[in-house]
């Protein structure tokens, strides 16, 4: 499904209507955002649809419902869903070793023993890698200069690939679950089997079967790149050539222009830009059972969660499944979604998810950091549509 571009159009006034547009408005004048598009679904029809902010708050340019955005995170289901389709033709196993096609990437563990990672232990987060801004400052990941996919311009994959392989694994596969670069991984995968670049890869397995244009690992129109904003004092700050994001024990950094330069690698887990229209139509995908891209079966695989509960300490109620966390247990999650929704976000400011028992897909695309993406504005939004429905 994709949603005509109509900066104009707003639904009549309901419930809905009323309480979404009230959680937008109040993060924009409490000036916890400078932006937004937020589309909503429901029963494969648009139910809610508006542009709201600003795009560039320092040239006064309004937001636009075809804005694009830096989409981080948002990278890793639709990369997630490529590599699915790789499965499907067989070119894929769930259960071969990564080796197969990076045979020169074997992380150890602490103990200098080699450890067999498997496709699916990329997917669900098993692995044992991690992510640089999620260790202490003086960490392995950082004195290897290991990078997030979010900085470090003109570093090559192979590059950040032997960086990564450098560190020592933090458990052993299938033994535990820790949000990583495992995507990055994945993406080197999809490149060697397929031999072209990533964003090549995704386009013909994604974009092109379902006729989206705007989302990719380039800007396809710089003119409706949305500026990147970061939580401030008293309102959020522009980020410069770089940015520092303190996010919980640790700190992210952003270099926004890195997608620009082309010799930066394709970053499975964060490289990606697009916008709100295209991620509602890949998540509406997912949700009426995953034609043209995958089978129902395969959909039903990547919804179900793999984490094996060892999520609970990060988010009770939450598991993970194949590029997305899984609601499993609303009450413990204290949280309105049904169970079995998926969701996930961006750190950019995004947030998105998918409830195939009240047939419902939501996706929040904000340019502001982090709010956008956990802030206040997502517990409101999300309390707005189901009060509504």
């Known amino acids: 499904m994709s949603l005509p571009v109509e900066n104009s159009a707003r639904p009549s006034r309901g419930s809905l209507v009323e309480g979404v547009d009230a959680a937008i408005d109040s993060a924009l004048a409490d000036k916890r955002l400078v932006g937004t598009v937020v589309l909503i679904a429901r029963d494969g029809e648009p139910v809610y649809r508006r542009a709201a902010g600003l795009a560039d708050r320092e040239n006064k340019v309004a937001m636009r419902e075809d804005a694009i955005f830096r989409l981080a995170s948002i990278t890793k289901p639709i990369v997630a869903i490529a590599a699915m389709r790789l499965v499907e033709q067989g070119r894929l196993g769930l259960d071969d070793p990564i080796t197969k096609w990076l045979p020169d990437f074997r992380p150890r563990l602490p103990d200098g023993t080699e450890a067999v990672i498997r496709i699916r232990h990329l997917l669900t987060h098993t692995s044992g890698l991690g992510y640089t ?43 535990s679950w820790r949000y990583s670069l495992a995507m990055d991984v994945l993406g080197g995968i999809i490149e060697k089997e397929t031999g072209g670049n990533l964003d090549s890869a995704v386009a013909e397995l994604v974009m092109k079967p379902l006729g989206l244009s705007d989302t990719a690992f380039s800007v396809r129109d710089r003119s409706r790149l949305a500026a990147a904003y970061m939580n401030g004092v008293s309102e959020p700050q522009r980020m410069g050539d770089e940015a520092l994001v303190p996010i919980l024990d640790g700190t992210i950094r952003f270099a926004p222009d890195r997608i620009f330069d082309p010799a930066s690698y394709h970053s499975g887990g964060a490289g990606m830009a697009g916008t709100a229209s295209d991620v ?23 919804m179900a969660d793999h984490a094996g509960g060892h999520m609970q300490a990060l988010q009770a109620g939450v598991g993970f499944g194949y590029g997305w966390s899984v609601v499993t247990d609303p009450i413990a999650a204290q949280a309105p979604f049904s169970a079995g929704t998926i969701k996930w976000g961006g750190v950019y400011g995004h947030s998105w998810f998918v409830d195939p028992e009240k047939r419902l897909s939501v996706a929040a695309l904000t340019n502001t950091a982090l709010e956008g993406m956990w802030g206040q504005f997502t517990v409101d939004l999300a309390k707005a549509v189901y009060a509504a429905i």
């Open 280 to 302: 509602l139509a890949i998540l509406e995908t997912v949700r009426n059972g995953g034609a043209p891209l995958l089978s129902a079966d395969t959909v039903k695989t990547m």
């Open 133 to 175: 801004f999620a260790e202490e400052q003086d960490g392995p990941y950082h004195r290897a200069g290991v990078s997030d996919g979010l900085e470090t311009p003109g570093l090559s994959l192979a590059d950040n690939l032997k960086r990564l392989a450098s560190a020592p694994l933090l458990f052993p596969p299938g033994e």
